[in-house]
T-cell receptor, first 110, second 115 residues
């Protein structure tokens, strides 16, 4: 079945360093979503990408959707301790079903 | 007001017991979901209801039975709890108009620990 692979599983950075997480699908996606889950919290929607090659920015966060609509990335510039958490990509598999990548857990050292 | 609320937040119980988790959303959404998050943070969909009708039923043991009395509520009943059921269970909702293009709103989760 369709899978959404996400790497890396973990990333430790020093505050101020950049961070990137990558998401790859075995099939073309109609759209991709990104969520953030703080430690002990619940996933919170960040953004959705729909168009091939789309790039969206939210302050220090940059989201990209690949030209083939099979991969996506989330880049954080100059990480802060408030960025700590697990970042998930999520894509559709048909009908109302959204499947999540395994997530990338970000640790930021002050 | 909490948009998606689920109770209880913590549930500690013995193997073999039966327990229920309740979820309510006040967003006026038509679709609700149950997700299971294991210790490795992997989020897996279990069930989804659209306007009280079951639309997604993943490969889940039949000990798990969802019920949606109305479109604002989705409960999860688990019979004969097993150690492997220990996880965080998240309820979520979406508008129900555009399928997987809709963003999901998650509840705060129920941490289930089976001893």
């Amino acid at each position: 079945g369709q899978q959404v692979m996400q790497i890396p599983q973990y990333q430790h950075v020093q505050e101020g360093e950049d961070f990137t997480t990558y998401c790859n699908s075995s099939t073309t996606l109609s759209n991709i979503q990104w969520y953030k889950q703080r430690p002990g919290g619940h996933p919170v929607f960040l953004i959705q990408l729909v168009k091939s090659g789309e790039v969206k920015k939210q302050k220090r966060l940059t989201f990209q959707f690949g030209e083939a609509k099979k991969n996506s990335s989330l880049h954080i510039t100059a990480t802060q301790t408030t960025d700590v958490g697990t970042y998930f990509c999520a894509g559709p598999t048909g009908g109302f079903k959204t499947i999540f990548g395994a997530g990338t857990r970000l640790f930021v050292k002050a | 007001d909490t948009a998606v609320s689920q109770t209880p937040k913590y549930l500690v119980t013995q193997m073999g017991n039966d327990k229920s988790i309740k979820c309510e959303q006040n967003l006026g959404h038509d679709t609700m979901y149950w997700y299971k998050q294991d210790s490795k943070k992997f989020l897996k969909i279990m069930f989804s209801y659209n306007n009280k009708e079951l639309i997604i039923n993943e490969t889940v043991p039949n000990r798990f039975s969802p019920k949606s009395p109305d479109k604002a509520h989705l409960n999860l009943h688990i019979n004969s709890l097993e150690l492997g059921d220990s996880a965080v269970y998240f309820c979520a909702s979406s508008r129900g108009q555009e399928g997987p293009r809709e963003k999901l709103f998650f509840g705060s989760g129920t941490q289930l620990s089976v001893l």
